[in-house]
């Protein structure tokens, strides 16, 4: 009597979706194309060293919706241990002079007047607004199951939040910083070389340092890897199936409801559910092969800029070094690594902080940088292993630069490209993280239906500017709490038609 839902995508969202189906009744199966869960959520071992690709922070680790979500998913347990560093960034400009962006505000706050007091005010104020941003809670339910008294409930309990959504809901960092208008020209410098350049959202900053500062977003020891098992385990423990290693080619539809996928192999599997958690261009685009899609939808992937995609470089290092600032940014806009003309900086992170990562006495550092996917898109055969060579090279100079003799103690290198994950997780155009949060999207969303399509829903970072495991997982649980009420199987309320119409920026 059970219905089934087959799921696209054993990522973040995909696992989230599968754990709330099988916890609310349904049957259901992942369809993986890796031969690992998790998506962009990953690590890969070499000779004893960790290279985690991507957890670093994780909004909701102390409290609130997502909090909710990680520990029902599996991925806050008893015994994982979480860690909320001092220090955000350290930012050192091309002639050495360094900057610190402290996650702590009320610290943060004091170093920057010690450095401009004569901003003292303008810094006050900036630190409040972050303040304030911590408190914007997400919605646990998906917009259409949200009643008049969430959206009372949201306004009584944070009406600062909202007064500060409002205000910078549709503003970028470059207008932020250039109203506050720092006098003192080392503050000015580095806040315009941080988020300044490009049109990143000026609401998505001042609320990822709140969270920090509420030590809302922390580490979880053992990075991505663990994490994901994590959830692997609790999907498998409730009875679902994850099908590892198989890649679908379409969603199959018939008189527009989508009936079940076809897998590249040609073999077919029918549900009553098809929910794609995998790259939302593919899914849209080649699965769906563009038949379903709203102007919403065609003006997002046609305009919202994206994430530029990531060169990962990684060393395994064979001797202990401790830091101070596991995450720095060195400004070198115009330097080049490989055939990559950089457009900031690069970024260096030391995994010291975790043991987890290198063997006893060693240690894991990471070397990131963005690139181009033009660069990329047709570099094949030679020409490819050329790039990553000259990056190798490249790099091992970078690492030599900032820790003297180091060079000496590279044990292991492993360089990721935007092809690596392209290839592994199909991601579009190697944006990682899909949409960037610009102020002229930030509080937009895409649906999890698709016009004129029945019994078929999306989940995923592709839904949401900004992307993340938050609301990847978030939404996984969203549309099995759609089907739930399709299916009659939650009692639902009427109240809400009336303030149906008060739609926050939020949603
Ligand atoms: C370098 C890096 C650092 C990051 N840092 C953070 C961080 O610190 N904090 C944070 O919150 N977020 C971070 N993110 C973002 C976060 O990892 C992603 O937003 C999130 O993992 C997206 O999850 P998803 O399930 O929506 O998509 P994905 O992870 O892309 O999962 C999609 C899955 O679908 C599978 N798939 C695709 N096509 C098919 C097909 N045809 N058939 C079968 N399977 C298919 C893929 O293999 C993949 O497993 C980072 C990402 C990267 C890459």
């Not at 949060?437 to 698709?450: A, C, G, H, R, V």
């Amino acid at each position: 009597m059970r219905k089934k839902i087959v799921i696209i995508g054993g990522g973040v969202a995909g696992l989230s979706a599968g754990i709330y189906g099988q916890k609310y009744g349904y049957d259901t199966e992942i369809i993986e194309m890796h031969t690992l869960p998790g998506g962009q959520c990953t690590a890969w071992d070499r000779k004893g060293y960790c290279f985690d690709y991507c957890l670093h922070w994780l909004v909701g680790t102390a409290t609130g919706p997502f909090h909710d979500i990680w520990k029902e998913t599996g991925v806050i347990a008893d015994g994982v241990k979480i860690i909320d560093h001092e220090v955000h960034t350290k930012i050192v400009d091309e002639q050495g002079n360094s900057f610190i962006l402290y996650t702590n505000i009320d610290r943060w706050e004091k170093y920057l007047i010690d450095i401009a007091p004569e901003d003292a005010a303008t810094i006050r104020g900036m630190c409040a607004d972050m303040r304030k941003g911590a408190r914007l809670e997400p919605f646990s339910a998906p917009p259409e199951l949200r009643s008049p008294l969430d959206y009372l409930r949201a306004i009584c309990k944070m009406p600062r939040a909202i007064m500060l959504m409002m205000k910078y809901g549709n503003k970028s960092c470059r207008d932020y910083f250039k109203k506050l208008n720092f006098k003192n020209k080392r503050l000015s410098f580095f806040f315009n070389n941080l988020y300044g350049e490009r049109d990143f959202s000026a609401l998505a900053f001042l609320m990822m340092l709140g969270w920090f500062y509420h030590k809302n977003a922390g580490y979880l020891v053992g990075g991505s890897l663990p994490m994901t098992a994590r959830m692997a385990e609790k999907y498998a423990a409730l009875g679902g199936t994850l099908t590892l290693g198989r890649k679908v080619k379409s969603i199959i539809v018939e008189n527009d409801t989508s009936i079940g996928i076809t897998l590249a192999d040609g073999s077919v599997i029918e549900a009553d559910y098809v929910v794609s958690a995998a790259d939302g261009h593919a899914t849209l685009y080649d699965m769906l092969e563009g038949e379903y899609l709203s102007d919403k939808i065609k003006a997002a992937y046609a305009e919202w800029p994206l994430f530029t995609p990531l060169v990962q470089v990684s060393f395994g290092i064979d001797k202990r070094v401790p830091t101070e600032f596991p995450v720095q940014t060195y400004l070198a806009k115009g330097c080049t690594i490989g055939g990559t003309v950089l457009d900031s900086g690069y970024t260096i992170m030391n995994y010291c902080f975790d043991p987890t990562m290198a063997p006893e006495g060693k240690t894991v550092i990471v070397l990131r940088y963005e690139t181009p996917w033009e660069l990329w898109r047709d570099l094949e055969g030679d020409a490819y292993k050329a790039e990553k060579r000259q990056i190798e090279q490249d790099s091992r100079a970078i690492l030599e630069q900032y820790l003297p003799g180091i060079a000496a103690h590279i044990e292991v290198i492993d360089i990721a490209t935007p092809k690596t994950d392209v290839r592994y997780t199909g991601v579009w155009k190697g944006a990682y993280e899909g949409f960037m949060p610009t102020s002229k999207n930030i509080t937009k969303s895409l649906d999890t239906t698709l016009p004129g399509l029945k019994n078929f829903y999306m989940c995923g970072q592709w839904l949401f500017p900004g992307g993340g495991l938050p609301p990847s997982a978030q939404s996984g649980k969203w549309v099995v709490q759609l089907m739930r009420k399709k299916d009659n199987m939650v009692p639902h309320t009427n109240l809400c038609k009336i303030v149906g119409m008060v739609r926050l920026p939020m949603q």
